[in-house]
């Protein structure tokens, strides 16, 4: 089963996202967002008063239906996967994804040492002390990981999941 996934993840990143195409690209976003709940470890305190697990989306849905439609019936430690739009308070989150057209600093301090999965597109994104940060490479939608500022967020990364970013910066990062 680990395989399937590990496989559905490499194909994933295979996907062609050109600029011009956004749809095709948060697509791709989404499917990521989906697999990346499989592939990082949440302390058990995250799921304390959690029926659901929950990705928030930082005040926009750039995804339209498609994260929807990705996570529709799907699990996550146990729980159905759910996405919700989140303003200023990420309470009950589980992943917070940051899109570029939101500034990323207010959501990441309100989460700072939460186990929440913290994932952006910003280019200071990891530097802000975000955990994953989608970038583009070759026209390819790739992903940096900040071991070090996962693990201020109580937060292991699989190393499967490693092996397949694009850069795996260990002590990047800081939340400053």
């Excluded at 490479?137 to 694009?166: C, H, M, P, V, Y």
Aim: hydrophobic share 45%.
């Amino acid at each position: 089963m680990t395989r399937i996934l590990v496989a559905a993840c490499v194909c994933t990143c295979l996907v062609t996202a050109a600029a011009q195409d956004v749809p095709l690209e948060y697509r791709v976003k989404a499917a990521y967002l989906y697999n990346f709940t499989r592939f990082v470890e949440w302390p058990a305190s995250a799921f304390d008063a959690s029926d659901s697990f929950t990705i928030c989306l930082a005040e926009v849905n750039p995804f339209g239906p498609s994260l929807a439609a990705t996570l529709a019936g799907e699990t996550a430690a146990g729980r159905p996967l759910v996405a919700r739009v989140v303003d200023d308070a990420a309470t009950g989150c589980h992943v917070l994804f940051v899109p570029a057209s939101v500034s990323a600093a207010p959501h990441l301090r309100r989460v700072r040492g939460e186990p929440v999965l913290t994932v952006g597109e910003s280019r200071d994104f990891l530097e802000l002390g975000g955990i994953i940060r989608f970038v583009q490479q070759n026209g390819k939608i790739r992903f940096e990981i900040s071991q070090d500022n996962a693990a201020r967020s109580q937060l292991t990364i699989s190393s499967r999941l490693l092996k397949l970013a694009a850069v795996r910066a260990g002590a990047q990062g800081g939340g400053k």
